[in-house]
C-alpha cells in the first residue's frame, strides 16, 4: 500500500538518551518535511528536504537533525533528548518542493521524554 | 510575523450546517489548505484554495477571500464521523505551511 510509514508508533524516552525516528515514503516525492504537534499549537515545521541529498531548517530546529541518504528515507534524530521535546512527531511528503502540491502525512510517532 | 486565527472548538448538531472560519496573515500567499485530523490520526486533505470564491467537494465547501486574509470551511449534512479537529494552513511565500492550532469539531446527536 503506498504512503508514507513511521516508526517507532509511541516511545518513552529518559532525557540526556539519542533516539532516531524513522520515516519511509513510497510514493517517489521529493519532497519531506518533520513536523511536531503539541496542544494548543499549530504545526511546527522542524526540518524539510527539497530533493534526496539536500536538507533544510525549519521554524523549530534546535535540538534535532535530519539526513537525506536516498528519495524514500528521511530519519529525524534527538541527539541528546530533553523533555521539551516531548510531542507527537509527524512525517509528511510532497511530490515536488516549491510547489503548492498537497502534503501527505505519516501516522505519526508519540514521544514522551521524562 | 506570519499568524493563522481560528476558533479552538465548535460544536454542532447531526445533519446540520457549520462554518469554521480562519484569518491568516503570511509573507506572501500561495494558497490556503484545510485538513482534517481525527484524535490519534495524521491530518489528511480536504481542500486547496488559491482563486477568491467557493470550492465546492460533495457536504464539504472551502472559501477563500484573498483580499480579507480569511477562509472558511463549510461541512453541511454533518455527520457523527465529522467530528475531528478541523486544520488551516496558508502556504508563504517560500512555499512553507504556515498552521493554525486546528478547530475540534463536536457533534452531537
Known amino acids: 500500500i503506498a504512503g508514507i510509514t513511521q516508526a517507532p508508533t509511541s516511545q518513552i524516552l529518559a532525557a540526556g538518551r539519542r533516539m532516531t525516528l524513522r520515516c519511509t515514503q513510497d510514493?517517489?516525492?521529493?519532497?519531506m518535511y518533520w513536523y511536531r504537534q503539541d496542544l494548543g499549537l499549530g504545526l511546527r515545521l522542524i526540518h524539510y528536504s527539497n530533493t534526496a541529498g539536500t536538507t533544510g531548517k525549519g521554524e523549530v530546529p534546535d535540538g534535532y537533525s535530519v539526513s537525506r541518504a536516498n528519495t524514500d528515507d528521511f530519519p529525524l534524530t534527538l541527539a541528546s533528548a530533553v523533555p521539551s521535546q516531548t510531542s507527537v512527531y509527524f512525517c509528511?511528503?510532497?511530490?515536488?518542493?516549491?510547489?503548492?502540491?498537497?502534503?501527505?502525512f505519516g501516522p505519526g510517532t508519540r514521544l514522551t521524554v521524562l | 510575523g506570519q499568524n493563522i486565527d481560528q476558533p479552538t472548538e465548535m460544536t454542532a448538531t447531526e445533519g446540520a450546517i457549520v462554518q469554521i472560519n480562519c484569518t491568516y496573515q503570511?509573507?506572501?500567499?500561495?494558497?490556503l489548505f484545510w485538513y482534517q485530523q481525527h484524535a490519534g490520526e495524521a491530518p489528511t486533505f480536504l481542500s486547496y484554495?488559491?482563486l477568491d470564491g467557493l470550492e465546492e467537494k460533495g457536504r464539504f465547501s472551502s472559501f477563500l477571500s484573498r483580499s480579507k486574509g480569511y477562509s472558511y470551511l463549510l461541512l453541511k449534512e454533518l455527520q457523527m464521523k465529522d467530528s475531528a479537529s478541523y486544520l488551516c494552513a496558508a502556504m508563504d511565500s517560500n512555499y512553507q505551511l504556515i498552521w493554525g492550532a486546528g478547530t475540534k469539531l463536536i457533534i452531537k446527536p
Open positions: 509528511a511528503s510532497s511530490p515536488k518542493s516549491g510547489s503548492t502540491d498537497t502534503q501527505y
Open positions: 510514493m517517489r516525492h521529493n519532497a
Open positions: 503570511t509573507s506572501g500567499f500561495n494558497g
Open positions: 484554495n488559491v
